[in-house]
């Protein structure tokens, strides 16, 4: 008995290219890349977590288009929350930077930094002040611009930039990344706040069962 295809070759040809792995848009390219997260996750090693941030940065810089990034993680030992990676920054500012240690109390002090919170799993735009302390100050690239005035309501600051919380099992709050300056120094778009706010569920869940659950 002769088998009977069960797709007319032109069929299967049309199904093949509609659903192709090259990716259409930018939409497509992102999930693309936060699916890469999950396959890198299956391969953790001693020193994945660098290599996870790195991928997690260049989804941010290269595909959400932040030009400067960082992402904090809280020290078990001391409850203490330092930098681990920074991006896009001067140099001075990044030395400065990866200096600062933040308890949980203090990153949410409202006072100290003034913010504007939404988002499902709180992202928050933050404003500097220009009389912050010193030592805050140097973590801009640009700290003596702080104080220029906003060109527009959509447009962002010297001042300007969004926090992100990273959480893990039984809602702990792990890291946070914070992220700034869009190519067109824009607000980004609700859709891009969207795609950051994903990213940072999936995240701190793989860098919870990676590095914190054990």
Partial sequence: MVKKDSFPSDFSRHVIEKYARVPENKDERIMGSILDLFFYSDQWGKNSLKSFLEKVATIMQQQLFFMEMS???????????????????????????????????????????????????????????????????????????IETPRKSIDNMTEADYFS??????????????????????????????????LLCVIVGQIIWEKEYSN
């Avoid at 912050?132 to 611009?145: G, I, M, R």
């Avoid at 099992?169 to 792990?174: D, P, T, V, W, Y």
């Avoid at 990344?177 to 607000?187: A, G, H, Q």
């Fill in 164 to 197: 992100a919380y990273l959480y893990g099992g039984e809602r702990e709050l792990i890291g946070f990344m914070e992220f700034s300056k869009t190519p067109d120094r824009k607000l980004p778009s609700r859709i891009t706040i969207k795609w950051v706010e």
């Fill in 71 to 145: 992402i904090s993680l809280k020290d078990r030992s001391d409850g203490i929350f330092r930098y681990k990676l920074i991006k896009g920054f001067s140099r001075e500012a990044t030395d400065s930077q990866m200096k600062m240690e933040y308890t949980q109390e203090e990153m949410f002090d409202e006072i100290k930094f003034p913010t504007l919170k939404f988002g499902r799993n709180i992202i928050a735009l933050s404003s500097a002040l220009y009389d912050q302390e010193v030592e805050e100050l140097k973590t801009y690239t640009a700290p003596s611009l």
